[in-house]
């Protein structure tokens, strides 16, 4: 407890160190003033950058809308030297005409004028060589003509807002138009004109691409900024980033005018900056830090030696083992519990690779296997098994297994936790062994209550020995000579049939009653059937009930204990005959009938009865043990049958008859088609 005093001293003198509170005010001062001017710096370096790319992007339009402009000029000269060759009359030269509009939407109507100004053809539907009148074209346009045949080069017009029932365009009022003169000439004289008319909100839709109209607005604008027409895909640009850039077209000013939707750059607008702020923040929390670092710690390490003390305890208290293994399969910690379960000290297993001392060598190979499935990652996360201890006693144990992951969420290794359940098996045992006495009892109540009939039926075939030997006797002391074989045969062959009837009641009645140990098995259910058949025709006799079985001949075979499902179908049986007692004996009849449930690989059987059926008040109770409805019952039969179902993994449930009666289905396993080890 006295050792922690030097480094508190140490510390103290240091955190009163002048040059220990020098460095951290500089460097907050100078992010501080980092603070201030990186994001000045990063709002101008990104509004250079972005307007720097509205330029390229807008040069980039420009000579886009040139190339097809210069594109449209290249086809006119081409048709016009045809024209001004004689190479192009009547319809030929009005398809060519046609074909000009194909290269694009914006070039709306070309015009063939002859020397007086008179239209010889149109690329519209106006008839070729038809006596139309000359268009009226508007000043700009007469000028720009003049000018082009004066000069003998193409020339544009100054764009003019549309008149109604103008010769070209759409026919909107108000649509911007711009005309392309082209004089043509042969021999040196002028024979005439193609004037080509472009509307210009159509070219700025086709040459201007999606993507910058969605970021732009876009303007074509004259001399005076008068707006020609505009495309604004994403809403009015909002003046901060613009740029305009001249189209030069002969004749025409017209230039292209962008402005970008996009506003001021944020104060704070990359991580840069909030990393720095950040940085910052966190400078000032380590002063903070500072001050409570050596008190934290010494309050730490306190804290973790009461930790330690307390795990340690409740570690030894505990009655659960606890065991931890690396990814090797090596032990690297027990607690005392497990250590008093296997009966080995912790330096006899920690440090240990598999095979384990308290390994039962039985259960050896499952070891190994479930050893095998842990270094693969397939652990199973809860199992029985058996350990031996040091002194050779094997305990019973069920465990539970489950990564071991440090604090930085890697897997170490597997914790295990064990349970002694060697109380709880003894237990089961127990409860099992009183289950058994518990069957065998309704067994031997069931042969009491039968008992009379079997005397009865047992009667039978004693009386009828006795009559058949008793012949026998009287035929040899008449008989004066030698008796003949095929004289006594007769009657000794009917008196051994009925003795060997009797003893198999006696048999079916010792094979019933007798106590042993549950053994499952795959029996087919006529088998079963037919061992009690005899016992089921005692009571239906004495109750005038017949017995139908429909049992199909490929039904498979179920996986259960013979004597409890044999016992099952008795007490039901004899259930569905007592039930018919007060029908008329044409109704009495019980139906034993199986089916195999395919989709489940389940057999179902099923008892049906004509008789009174159940009342609602008591189907609630059926099942209950010590309720019945009979003055002399117990009140176990159906409790046993539906523990022995249960026992199985089947169900036992009832249903009443359509027809009258009941009907008690229960459901047992299919039997493997091909057998499987068991595990």
């Known amino acids: 407890m006295n050792s922690p005093l030097p480094f508190d001293r140490r510390a103290?003198?240091?955190?009163?160190?002048?040059?220990?509170?020098?460095?951290?005010?500089?460097?907050?001062l100078l992010f501080l003033a980092i603070l201030?001017?990186?994001?000045?710096?990063?709002?101008?370096m990104e509004n250079n950058e972005r307007q720097e790319q509205l330029i390229a992007d807008t040069l980039w339009v420009e000579q886009t809308i040139r190339f097809q402009l210069e594109r449209n000029e290249e086809n006119l000269r081409t048709v016009g030297l045809d024209i001004a060759g004689g190479h192009l009359e009547g319809a030929r030269r009005h398809a060519r005409l046609q074909s000009l509009l194909k290269n694009g939407r914006e070039l709306q109507r070309v015009l063939l004028l002859d020397a007086a100004g008179a239209v010889l053809d149109a690329s519209d539907d106006t008839p070729p060589a038809s006596a139309a009148p000359s268009p009226v074209l508007s000043a700009p346009s007469q000028a720009a003509a003049d000018i082009a045949r004066t000069g003998k080069h193409g020339r544009y017009s100054q764009p003019q807002p549309q008149q109604p029932g103008h010769p070209s365009g759409d026919g909107r009022a108000g649509i911007d138009l711009m005309d392309y003169h082209l004089p043509l000439f042969h021999g040196g004289r002028y024979v005439g004109s193609l004037v080509a008319t472009y509307q210009l909100d159509t070219l700025l839709e086709d040459m201007v691409p999606w993507w910058f109209a969605?970021?732009?607005?876009?303007?074509?604008?004259?001399?005076?900024?008068?707006?020609l027409a505009r495309r604004s895909?994403?809403?009015?640009?909002?003046?901060?980033?613009?740029?305009?850039?001249?189209?030069?077209?002969?004749?025409?000013?017209?230039?292209l005018f962008t402005d970008s939707v996009k506003g001021e750059p944020r104060l704070l607008p990359n991580l840069l900056v909030g990393s720095v702020v950040a940085l910052s923040l966190g400078l000032v929390w380590s002063l903070l830090a500072l001050w409570r670092h050596i008190s934290r710690r010494l309050e730490a390490e306190g804290a973790l030696r009461q930790q330690m003390s307390f795990r340690t305890a409740m570690e030894n208290s505990l009655v659960t083992g606890l065991r931890a293994r690396d990814l090797e399969g090596r032990v690297t910690y027990v607690n005392p519990a497990f250590c008093q379960i296997v009966g080995y000290p912790p330096e006899e297993m920690i440090g240990k690779l598999p095979p384990m001392p308290y390994w039962a060598p039985e259960a050896m190979a499952d070891y190994q296997l479930r050893f095998a499935g842990v270094l693969a990652g397939n652990i199973v996360p809860q199992f029985e098994t058996i350990f031996q201890r040091a002194d050779g006693v094997r305990v019973p144990v069920l465990i539970f297994e489950a990564p071991l992951v440090d604090n930085e969420g890697r897997q170490t290794g597997w914790m295990g936790s064990i349970l002694d359940i060697s109380e709880r098996k003894r237990f089961e045992e127990l409860n099992r062994q009183q289950q058994e006495k518990l069957e065998t009892s309704a067994r031997l109540a069931t042969m009491g209550e039968i008992a009379s009939m079997l005397a009865h039926e047992l009667n039978q075939p004693l009386a009828a020995i006795s009559?058949?030997?008793?012949?026998?006797?009287?035929l040899i002391k008449r008989a004066t000579g030698p008796v003949d074989a095929a004289t006594l045969q007769p009657a000794l062959e009917q008196a051994s049939a009925q003795a060997q009837r009797a003893g198999r009641i006696i048999?079916?009645?010792?094979?019933?009653?007798?106590?042993?140990?549950?053994?499952?098995?795959?029996?087919?259910?006529?088998?079963?059937?037919?061992s009690i058949r005899d016992l089921i025709d005692l009571q239906a006799r004495?109750?005038?009930?017949?017995?139908?079985?429909?049992?199909?001949p490929n039904l498979p075979a179920v996986r259960a204990?013979?004597?409890?499902?044999?016992?099952?179908?008795?007490?039901?049986?004899?259930?569905?005959?007592?039930?018919?007692?007060?029908?008329?004996?044409?109704?009495?009849?019980?139906?034993?009938?199986?089916?195999?449930?395919?989709?489940?690989?389940?057999?179902?059987?099923?008892?049906?009865?004509?008789?009174?059926?159940?009342?609602?008040?008591?189907?609630?109770?059926?099942?209950?043990?010590?309720?019945s409805t009979k003055a002399e019952g117990m009140g176990m039969g159906l409790n046993i049958c539906r523990t022995a179902i249960e026992f199985h993994g089947g169900a036992l449930r009832h249903d009443a008859n359509p027809g009258g009666g009941t009907i008690f289905t229960f459901t047992l396993p299919a039997a493997l088609k091909t057998p499987h080890p068991i595990s």
């Open 467 to 474: 009559s058949y030997t008793t012949g026998a006797l009287n």
């Open 36 to 44: 201030i001017w990186l994001p000045w710096q990063s709002r101008e």
């Open 233 to 255: 895909s994403a809403g009015p640009g909002r003046g901060v980033y613009t740029h305009k850039r001249p189209l030069d077209l002969p004749g025409a000013s017209v230039t």
């Open 214 to 227: 969605q970021e732009n607005q876009i303007t074509l604008i004259d001399r005076d900024d008068n707006t």
């Open 561 to 627: 204990d013979r004597m409890m499902i044999e016992q099952v179908l008795l007490n039901l049986s004899r259930n569905a005959i007592e039930a018919m007692q007060e029908v008329p004996v044409a109704r009495r009849a019980m139906r034993l009938v199986a089916s195999h449930d395919a989709l489940q690989d389940q057999i179902r059987i099923a008892v049906i009865d004509q008789g009174h059926g159940i009342a609602a008040d008591v189907a609630g109770r059926l099942f209950s043990p010590f309720f």
């Open 542 to 552: 004495k109750f005038s009930v017949a017995v139908l079985t429909d049992i199909p």
């Open 507 to 530: 048999r079916s009645v010792h094979e019933f009653v007798k106590e042993r140990e549950p053994q499952r098995q795959d029996i087919a259910v006529s088998t079963m059937v037919d």
């Open 12 to 28: 103290g003198a240091a955190a009163t160190s002048p040059l220990r509170w020098l460095l951290p005010m500089v460097l907050v």
